[in-house]
């Protein structure tokens, strides 16, 4: 087996063997360690040795042992664990999947949004350390030190290796799936850097939520947010010239969209709106759909977006959603009526000097024929920006609109 | 998010301050730095010389010309930075907060979001 592929495997395999070690031995912390020691065994032999006729039970015995040698050393400080932990080398395994178990675990209420991300890389998707911090652009000591706390926290809030139940359940999953599209968001859109993509987190993000859609496929937000991801996805390669630069939506070149991509989310999002409950998730990927449906910006059924946004609003209320909306409105209504909107937004502290909201309006004042004022705010929004992609792009608008000395 | 947080020494108001006090600012930054690195926060930080050993560097008609001292005519030099990555701009200005020299009439510490860094930073 080639290298990529024992890493695929390595990656599928992670989880359930930590899962397995916890279910067994508790001390996440501990199984956590061994597990990754044993998966950078598997690293070096595999390739060259080839897998092992059974690569899942291979892994359960190499950390167990790892697990046994670390709780060793410990002897003196922790008999009590060394005592139960030297009988263990499995001889039969467990048939179950503790994958969502772990993901839950990895997304505790007691850790920072930056812990459970890089917990759950590390435990469930199977990234070293040194991965992670790479994507993150962290050092490792940083990274190593963060997951470790996270470990920690973890062990100090005493939870116990099981699915919650009822609301606390339904409020975990909703950490899960957040936690999942700021993966996902990350290598969509780089938060700050001159990549606008970062591509592996991305595919790492859909790869975990393909996981956790196959274990609840009647949960429609899981769906929906599946949906999400990959029509955002399908969207990728049209998103930036071969320079680099940031193409907006409306001037993307769609033949380029992948639509396999598209036909998958599509489809996810109709069962999805099937069901009979409706989350922000379903909606924002019911509006990526009605995007990918259209042959051109101009051909989108700017109605039926703009009432996704009206729903939207309506559930998740959010600064960020009636900005959205704006845009909508404003292909339906006129610019107008988008900056009318946009207007609601002024008094609110969140969106006060935020990027977003100064290109939009500079974008929908270059449409009502102020091109001085959206020069302004085109060149204020730059300035607003985190992002190096995106501010080239609102400096190019800029320059379009630049007045020229002496004219008009 | 990565934000720097720069710190601008007046090297007057340095000057000004007893034996204790300075010691009190070099014990500060060491928690400081001890807190970063256990919160995992921590990605980098530099201090300066004095501004009194910086040169400035400039080329005329491709001849590089330096000359002595700070570039700016200000009070006010950059003393060193912390690069930190954290959860929030809110925590960013949370922890620039606890710097000792934001407590010293006359100096204060600027923060701002990285946009691009690129390098070993891990060397």
């Known amino acids: 087996m080639t290298a990529p592929a024992v890493e695929d495997l390595l990656r599928e395999l992670t989880p359930r063997v930590l899962g397995a070690l916890v279910r067994r031995h508790g001390q996440f912390e501990d199984c956590e360690d061994a597990v990754q020691e044993a998966v950078l065994a598997a690293t070096v032999q595999w390739p060259a040795d080839g897998v092992p006729d059974n690569p899942y039970g291979w892994l359960v015995t190499v950390a167990s042992r790892r697990l046994i040698d670390h709780l060793r050393s410990d002897h003196a400080r922790r008999e009590r664990e060394s005592a139960t932990a030297t009988e263990v080398v499995p001889e039969e395994l467990p048939d179950t999947d503790d994958t969502l178990v772990l993901l839950f675990l990895c997304c505790h209420p007691a850790l920072t949004p930056s812990s459970q991300t890089a917990l759950t890389l590390r435990a469930v998707g199977g990234l070293t350390t040194a991965e992670i911090a790479r994507a993150f652009l962290v050092p490792e000591a940083t990274m190593a030190v963060r997951i470790s706390r996270a470990k920690q926290r973890i062990r100090a809030a005493g939870s116990s290796f099981t699915l919650p139940s009822g609301p606390e359940r339904e409020e975990r999953l909703r950490v899960v799936l957040h936690v999942l599209y700021l993966i996902f968001n990350e290598g969509y859109t780089a938060s700050s850097g001159s990549e606008l993509h970062r591509a592996d987190l991305a595919h790492e993000a859909i790869r975990l939520t393909r996981m956790v859609h196959a274990q609840l496929r009647d949960d429609d937000e899981v769906t929906g947010l599946l949906a999400l991801m990959l029509l955002g996805h399908a969207r990728r390669e049209a998103r930036t010239t071969a320079a680099g630069d940031l193409v907006p939506l409306d001037e993307q070149d769609r033949t380029r969209w992948d639509r396999d991509l598209i036909d998958e989310g599509t489809a996810l999002v109709k069962a999805a709106l099937a069901g009979p409950a409706l989350g922000p998730y379903q909606l924002q990927a019911a509006i990526a759909a009605t995007h990918a449906d259209a042959d051109s910006a101009a051909d989108t059924d700017w109605a039926q977006v703009h009432a996704l946004y009206l729903i939207l609003e309506r559930i998740a209320p959010n600064p960020m959603v009636t900005l959205n909306r704006a845009i909508a409105l404003a292909e339906t209504e006129g610019p107008t009526a988008g900056l009318a909107l946009l207007a609601t937004l002024d008094g609110d502290a969140r969106m006060a000097g935020h990027h977003r909201l100064l290109s939009v309006r500079a974008h929908l004042l270059e449409k009502t024929g102020d091109p001085a004022g959206a020069y302004e705010h085109y060149r204020r929004a730059a300035k607003a920006t985190a992002s190096l992609a995106e501010q080239r792009y609102l400096q190019g608008r800029a320059a379009r609109l630049r007045p020229r000395p002496g004219g008009p | ?123």
């Open chain 2, 1 to 123: 998010m990565k934000f720097l947080i720069s710190m601008h020494i007046n090297p007057a108001v340095l000057e000004s301050l007893t034996e204790e006090e300075k010691a009190a600012i070099g014990e500060g930054h060491g928690r400081f730095i001890q807190g970063l690195k256990e919160s995992g926060e921590l990605i980098n930080t530099l201090a300066l010389v004095d501004p009194s050993q910086a040169a400035v560097v400039s080329v005329r008609n491709g001849q590089p010309a330096v000359t002595d001292g700070p570039f700016l005519e200000s009070k006010e030099f950059l003393g060193g930075f912390y690069l930190i990555d954290c959860e929030s701009k809110d925590r960013a200005l949370e922890l620039a907060a606890q710097i000792p020299d934001t407590a010293i009439e006359g100096l204060g510490v600027e923060v701002r979001q990285v946009m691009f860094a690129d390098g070993n930073l891990d060397a």
